[in-house]
């Protein structure tokens, strides 16, 4: 992995047109340009149908993580992988790579961008990127007395990638607007009621969800507006129609909006593949891997625990293998059992019954005095709390087997860094609750904390969104070390209901 540099390129060079190829004609003379064209217009539509029909991220590999060794300024290391590019070329990384944090953040490059004081918090890029090299110099003929530079000349393009840390994060635009289409259409409740709107007001209600179509938004997570309308909501017996179209407005009108336009690509004209010179290709070239939360300490990270990895906003690609394992699989099983439904409607009264015989007159008992009336009792005193759930779970919000368990329904969803979300039917946003949880450490393990987050709060929001949950109520929570490790035992809760 390099730091920043710039790089140059030559506008005399004409690049082939990746629309032709050569028309062959017998008696026809080949050229290296020829050839070159041919080549072009080949490797052109395999990006052309890899990044349209497959998409880009990561395929197998690239785990990033940081080393903890202060001597050699905590090493970011990259495992071999593969990727396909945002422009749809197959990247290989071979070997492990890793760069210094520190050596990085002391470079001049990334001192000026950081500027004067160095801030304590800085987020850094792990990003990727396809180039190719010109190796196998082999002699070419030419004029006498020439230049010992001009007696050779490269006869192969080397497959080569670029690794990088950076503080500027790609625009990935089109695998953000995926993300937010599939959230915001998973909003949409399936209803057997209604009202409905017909398809194509259904379509127009989702147009208008899009940003300014001419110029997409600036935050790269919202390229729909909020959630959908109450109203928005879909028959449960034409799922299937409602979703064909969704889909079909995706393709023919969304995505051509966040899809980035590529031009025909140039070599990356550098001199060996250890140039430490990027190619002039786009921001969209490059390929997130991770995003770095550093805080640092006169500039540099000064421990282990202050470097943290974020990896869930990288683009990846699942294999067809996975895919149709996961479908034959998973796809036919029984979901979990459906809400009660209402009640039917009474039926017709039955056929009157045989008369049975009359019984013996009894004999008339004496009436009884009426008694007084009592005075009113006093009112009694407010009731005392009591759990309305309960459980202890794995650190994957999991309750496998015994000793976990879990109460009244009561569920944990996962969102990464410790967050977790608690729901269940029986929370009543008009009630009094109060959390009580506690990690669950042996005694070797470091120090634990058990926290309440706010409902409001904008970095649990922005998960609920993420995962379809911001319109269920429910308590956020963080539970991990206090040097800022996941939970690796689980933890227990209790949520109790006080009178209003």
Request: net charge negative; with cysteine.
């Amino acid at each position: 992995m390099s730091t920043f540099a710039s790089s140059t390129t030559d506008p005399g060079v004409q690049l082939p047109d990746p629309t032709k190829h050569v028309r062959y004609s017998y008696g026809m003379v080949l050229g290296a340009d020829d050839l070159t064209q041919e080549f072009a217009y080949l490797a052109n539509r395999d990006q052309w149908l890899a990044r349209d029909a497959l998409g880009y991220g990561t395929l197998s590999g690239l785990n990033v993580s940081v080393d903890d060794d202060a001597t050699k300024g905590f090493p970011v290391r990259v495992t071999p992988g593969v990727a396909l590019s945002p422009r749809g070329q197959l990247i290989r990384v071979a070997d492990a790579q890793c760069a210094s944090l520190n050596q990085w953040l002391q470079s001049a490059s990334i001192r000026a961008a950081l500027g004067t004081p160095v801030p304590g918090l800085v987020r850094a890029y792990v990003v990727l990127r396809y180039r190719d090299c010109p190796v196998d110099p082999l002699p070419v003929p030419g004029e006498p007395c020439r230049c010992e530079s001009e007696l050779l000349a490269e006869s192969r393009w080397l497959d080569d990638y670029r690794l990088e840390l950076t503080l500027q994060a790609p625009p990935q635009r089109e695998e953000n607007a995926i993300r937010d289409f599939v959230a915001w259409l998973r909003q949409i409740k399936i209803d057997t009621a209604g009202p409905f709107l017909e398809i194509p007001a259904f379509l127009d209600a989702i147009r208008a969800a899009a940003h300014d179509l001419a110029s997409p938004v600036q935050s790269p997570l919202d390229f729909l507006y909020g959630s959908p309308p109450d109203s928005l909501l879909i028959p449960a017996d034409r799922v299937c129609a409602y979703l064909r179209a969704a889909f079909r407005l995706w393709v023919t009108e969304l995505r051509p909006l966040w899809q980035v336009v590529w031009q025909p690509a140039d070599h990356d004209g550098s001199c060996g593949c250890s140039s430490t010179t990027p190619p002039a290709t786009p921001d969209e070239e490059w390929l997130l891997l991770a995003e770095l939360d550093l805080t640092l300490t006169a500039g540099l990270v000064a421990q282990y625990d202050r470097a943290v990895v974020d990896q869930s906003n990288r683009p990846y690609v699942v294999h067809l293998r996975m895919l149709q394992e996961w479908l034959l699989c998973h796809g036919v099983e029984a979901g979990p059992p459906g809400p009660k439904g209402d009640q039917g409607i009474q039926g017709i009264q039955g056929i009157q019954g045989i008369p049975g015989s009359n019984g013996t007159n009894g004999t008339n008992g004496t009436n009884g005095a009426n008694g007084t009336n009592g005075t009113n009792g006093t009112n009694g005193t407010n009731g005392d709390s009591f759990i309305v759930a309960a459980g202890r779970f794995d650190p994957e919000g999991n309750t496998p087997n015994s000793p976990f368990f879990a109460t009244k329904g009561l569920t944990v969803t996962p969102l990464g860094q410790g967050f977790y979300y608690l729901l269940s039917d029986g929370f009543d946003p008009k009630q009094n609750y109060v959390i009580k949880g506690t990690p669950i450490t042996l005694a070797d393990d470091p120090p634990h904390t058990f926290e309440l987050v706010p409902s409001n709060d904008k970095n649990l929001l922005s998960r609920l969104k993420e995962f379809g949950l911001s319109k269920k109520f429910g308590f956020g929570i963080r539970a991990r070390a206090i040097d800022g490790k996941n939970l690796t035992r689980g933890f227990m809760v209790e949520v109790s209901q006080f009178p209003s």
